[in-house]
């Protein structure tokens, strides 16, 4: 039953990528991707449910189905299905119809090869997806074509990139830590790393740990490799700006999540842990700093994604039951509030024919209900009641305290204050200030850049009063998979 | 591979291999001409594969033949070829504004170098292997990744950065014929695959900054700033 769900996931999209090159047409291409995107959708639902009964191998152990994996794929495919219906309104204004069929071949290329890495047992093998991952994205982030796109494409491709040999160094290197223990020739999947784990050389293994923490964390943008972060998402058009922030950053995570349990087998948990905690607050910090003298609006959210990418790592970090389900809980929340960030900004930044905050004024009068939806949103991304990111922060921070990482809490309180107050600030003068120049010229706002937002803010609101308990469950189930101890 | 029971002329040949494309890597950071960049990696490549080929013959690693193969044919001619369209695309031939001094380059890829070399001895140490290939293998492998980093920092034109990004990559590669040469073939061959849609991908790319930038330095890319 998995492995038919899983086909149907992988297919999805990659059919998607077929029918858009054949067919060449920019309405063709639309109605594909969104089918595309409600099929990966529904596979991603069920994909979860059936990866409760353990994982599932296949194709000789190259693929892999676990909780965690079915998590971050089910993240995927909610973002996934919200741009896609976003895309088909929001696209049409960019003016690029004659090439449109290209930007839905890519979208739903992208979206396969996130899909693929979060599946991948091998650990080199999950390197090339995610080295995939980036290929393709670097078209859609400078597929408007501007000086500033093709700056941000080129900065984001160099970087990562570079980030992400570090990985491969540190992929090889866990390979040479294993070929000690298990021969020269073995597969690379992720649970013989881990039984090998107790056998390793401590010190190699730490070495090819960081190195996979600062390779991979340069794609999830932690700080302080974060610095093709905010160009790319704020250059590339809104809805593959909340496939980045929302998808493809949790993807990455993923691999920083499955080589946690190996370090840990090999003694060194605390330095490994402390380290990617370290790098949580880091990335706080910076997106503090950041969030509080912004000038551009997608800059803004960008930086709430570094900010919250820390938050999901000091999740992990923490680890234990408590962590791991608050950081599992947060990457969903996150998706999907940050997709409503996202489609909002895009929306605004069109209807205003700027990106820059100041020139946006008078939000509240312009788009009534759109902006209500928005102004929601931002509420809900600083960690505010009564949604989603709420419960999964203060989950974190319990997480925190209760394995002996109070200072790091502590600044983590103090710095989710400081981005509140700091987010917010640029809420109000955009609501509550008054639009110097009425223009009645602006671009109307379809439904179809309005409906995802409905859709994003409805669960959010759900998951902020009332976590299921089979949610729970499964997070448990998936932080026992992840070994670690209760 | 037992690297530590090795006979003396295939620990010295494996060696000088390695070191001949350390050298080379120390070619790119002293010239300022695009073309030798380019010369020094196609020679590095060449050198990696042979390695390949070596350590598949005393080793006994009879797939490693076929990785020499393909080493030899994407990275030592067909990623050079595709490098070259792009330079004779562009309308520069070296770097104009050096951030640093190729001879500052140099001094601090020696200094790389000499860091790697006490990490690895390290490693080395805690292994039980000091002395030996292992340890030369790790140094070489963590100072190209150095130098690479050193030339996509201290250097600007968009073609040096891709160079730089290849050196990153033919460091890992050679240190992974040394060090895991039991390495599955699969990933091997998917790796050299990867790389090539890497480089068409910066081609593309580079086209784009030609049109869309009009300069292929990084110092003009300033725009997207805070």
């Known amino acids: 039953m998995p492995g038919t769900l899983l086909l149907i996931l992988l297919l999805a999209p990659a059919l998607a990528v077929v029918a858009c090159l054949l067919v060449r047409a920019t309405r063709a291409g639309e109605i594909v991707n969104l089918l595309a995107s409600i099929v990966v959708f529904a596979a991603a639902v069920a994909l979860v449910i059936a990866s409760a009964y353990g994982p599932r191998h296949y194709l000789a152990d190259y693929v892999v189905v676990d909780m965690t994996g079915a998590w971050v794929i089910l993240c995927t495919g909610v973002v996934y299905l919200l741009a896609s219906i976003h895309s088909i309104g929001y696209m049409r204004l960019v003016g690029e119809d004659a090439r449109l069929w290209i930007f839905y071949a890519l979208f739903s290329g992208f979206t396969f090869t996130i899909l693929l890495s ?28 501007g000086a500033e796109s093709i700056e941000a494409a080129w900065k984001y491709i160099i970087i990562i990139s570079a980030g992400i040999s570090l990985a491969l160094l540190g992929t090889i290197l866990f390979y040479w830590c294993g070929s000690f223990v298990l021969g020269p020739t073995y597969q690379m999947t992720w649970d013989t790393l881990r039984a090998a784990a107790p056998k390793m050389n401590p010190a190699l293994a730490s070495l090819s740990f960081l190195l996979i923490l600062v390779g991979y964390g340069t794609k999830v943008g932690l700080a302080p490799m974060h610095t093709w972060l905010p160009d790319a998402h704020s250059e590339s058009p809104a809805p593959i700006s909340a496939m980045l922030s929302g998808a493809l950053l949790n993807s990455a995570m993923l691999g920083i999540v499955r080589y946690l349990p190996v370090v840990q087998g090999a003694q060194n948990e605390r330095l490994a842990r402390e380290t990617l905690v370290a790098f949580g607050v880091v990335s706080l910090v910076v997106g503090a700093l ?13 930086y709430s994604s570094v900010e919250h990418m820390g938050v999901v790592a000091l999740g992990f970090g923490f680890g ?13 929340n996150h998706s999907l509030n940050k997709s409503l960030m996202f489609f909002g900004a895009g929306n605004v930044m069109r209807s205003y024919g700027s990106k820059e ?22 509420v809900g991304i600083t960690g505010a009641p009564p949604f989603g990111l709420f419960l999964s922060e203060l989950v ?28 917010l600030n640029h809420f109000r003068s955009m609501y509550f200030e008054a639009d110097a120049t009425p223009n009645a010229a602006a671009p109307a706002i379809s439904r179809w850049c309005v409906a995802p937002m409905w859709l994003a803010l409805a669960p959010l609101v759900v998951f902020g009063l009332w976590w299921p308990d089979a949610l729970w469950d499964h997070f448990v189930a998936a932080a026992q998979a992840l070994g670690t101890a209760p | 591979m037992p690297v530590a029971q090795l006979d003396p002329l295939a620990a010295s ?4 291999l390695a070191i001949a ?4 890597a120390f070619v790119m950071l002293g010239s300022r001409w695009l073309n030798n960049y380019l010369y020094a990696f196609a020679g590095e490549s060449w050198m990696i594969a042979a390695l390949s080929a070596m350590v598949g013959y005393y080793g006994g690693f009879p797939e490693l033949y076929l990785i020499a193969l393909l080493t030899a044919l994407f990275r030592g001619l067909l990623l050079p070829y595709l490098i070259w369209r792009i330079i004779k695309r562009l309308d ?9 001094e190729p001879s500052s380059t140099l001094v601090a890829g020696a200094a790389s170098v000499i860091f790697a070399l006490i990490v690895s001895y390290h490693i080395g140490e805690s292994l039980g292997v000091s002395g030996n290939v292992v340890v030369l293998a790790l140094t070489i492998m963590l100072a190209m990744k150095l130098i690479g980093f050193l030339m996509l920092t201290a250097r600007h034109e968009a073609l040096s950065q891709i160079l730089g990004l290849l050196v990153l990559e033919n460091g890992i590669f050679l240190g992974a014929q040394l060090l895991v040469p039991g390495m599955p073939t699969l990933i091997e061959i998917v790796i050299l695959f990867d790389l090539l849609v890497v480089v068409a991908c910066f081609g593309v790319l580079v086209r784009y900054l030609v049109a869309h930038v009009g300069s292929t330095s990084s110092l003009d890319l300033n725009r997207l700033v805070g």
């Open chain 1, 118 to 145: 979060a599946v991948m047992n091998n650990a080199g093998l999950y390197w090339i997806a995610i080295e995939l991952t980036t290929l393709v994205s670097t078209f859609l982030v400078g597929f408007e074509r």
């Open chain 2, 92 to 100: 520069v031939a070296r770097e104009i504004h050096e951030i640093l």
């Open chain 1, 320 to 332: 234990g039951p408590l962590g791991v389900a608050g950081a599992l809980y947060h990457m969903l």
């Open chain 1, 357 to 378: 905050i100041r020139d946006i004024r008078g939000v509240w009068t312009r788009f009534p209900v759109a902006g209500a939806l928005w102004l929601a949103g931002a």
């Open chain 2, 13 to 16: 040949i494996f060696s000088f």
């Open chain 1, 396 to 423: 974190i921070l319990r997480a925190g305290f209760e394995r002996g990482y109070a200072w790091s809490v502590y600044a983590t309180a103090l710095l989710l204050i400081v981005i509140f107050i700091g987010f």
């Open chain 1, 290 to 302: 950041f969030i509080v003298r912004q000038r551009g609006i997608k800059r803004l959210m960008a």
């Open chain 2, 21 to 24: 494309s350390l050298l080379l």
